[in-house]
Nanobody, 119 residues
Framework: QVQLVESGGGLVQPGGSLRLSCVASGNIFLITLMRWYRQVPGKERELVAGITSSGSIDYADSVKGRFAISRDAAKNTVYLQMNSLKPEDTAVYYC?????????????WGQGTQVTVSS
């Protein structure tokens, strides 16, 4: 089992920045993929960014050049630095971790943190 706790959400004006954090605990040594998703009411959850345990990174086209995902392995923490925020970035942001497929590829989710971009 893996437990994920997100923090860092809030209200920010357009053009502003926020940094989300996701702290993992439990059987974290089995994790090989860490991702951030977001969801707005009435829409499907959208993949925002992902980072592998080896450091490979990918982003959704809508956030490329504005968001940056990183990890601090010593702190068991994944970050999402969000810059140049737009109203359309408003969503609940979820942290997601995935077990190595060798161990079943199980996924774990945090409780979500609200990000609101508004003037």
């Amino acid at each position: 089992q893996v437990q994920l706790v997100e923090s860092g959400g809030g209200l920010v004006q357009p053009g502003g920045s926020l940094r989300l954090s996701c702290v993992a605990s439990g059987n974290i040594f089995l994790i090989t993929l860490m991702r951030w998703y977001r969801q707005v009411p009435g829409k499907e959850r959208e993949l925002v960014a992902g980072i592998t345990s080896s450091g490979s990174i990918d982003y959704a086209d809508s956030v490329k050049g504005r968001f940056a995902i990183s990890r601090d392995a010593a702190k068991n923490t994944v970050y999402l630095q969000m810059n140049s925020l737009k109203p359309e970035d408003t969503a609940v942001y979820y942290c997601n971790h995935v077990y190595n497929p060798v161990y079943g590829g199980r996924e774990f989710w945090g409780q979500g943190t609200q990000v609101t971009v508004s003037s």
